[in-house]
């Protein structure tokens, strides 16, 4: 059975930094595409990051340059880094399965405020 399970989140302030963390199971991470989705609210979900197997990442205009996305295929977790936070970047952030989600965790919130 496929699981993801993300942590990391809270409050910080604008410029501050958080990194998140999706443990997974069910699956080896390191032969599979996995995406950071978020979703503010009100708002529709926003794709945010995503990595493939053979390593390559991908980022939304809206976090190029701040955000990063890696794993440890040792320990079966995807990370975001998340540095120059903005009050927009404020959201519930998960952690998919693919480049188009398939199987989503549960969120962490992720809030950016003074």
């Known amino acids: 059975e496929v699981q993801l399970v993300e942590s990391g989140g809270g409050l910080v302030q604008p410029g501050g930094s958080l990194r998140l963390s999706c443990a997974a199971s069910g699956f080896t991470i390191g032969s599979s595409s996995l995406s950071w989705v978020r979703q503010a609210p009100g708002k529709g979900p926003e794709w945010v990051s995503g990595i493939i197997s053979g390593g390559s990442t991908y980022n939304a205009d809206s976090v190029k340059g701040r955000f990063t996305i890696s794993r440890d295929n040792a320990k079966n977790t995807l990370y975001l880094q998340m540095n120059s936070l903005k009050p927009e970047d404020t959201a519930v952030y998960y952690c998919?399965?693919?480049?188009?989600?398939?199987?989503w965790g549960q969120g962490t919130q992720v809030i950016v405020s003074s």
């Open positions: 998919t399965t693919g480049l188009v989600p398939g199987y």
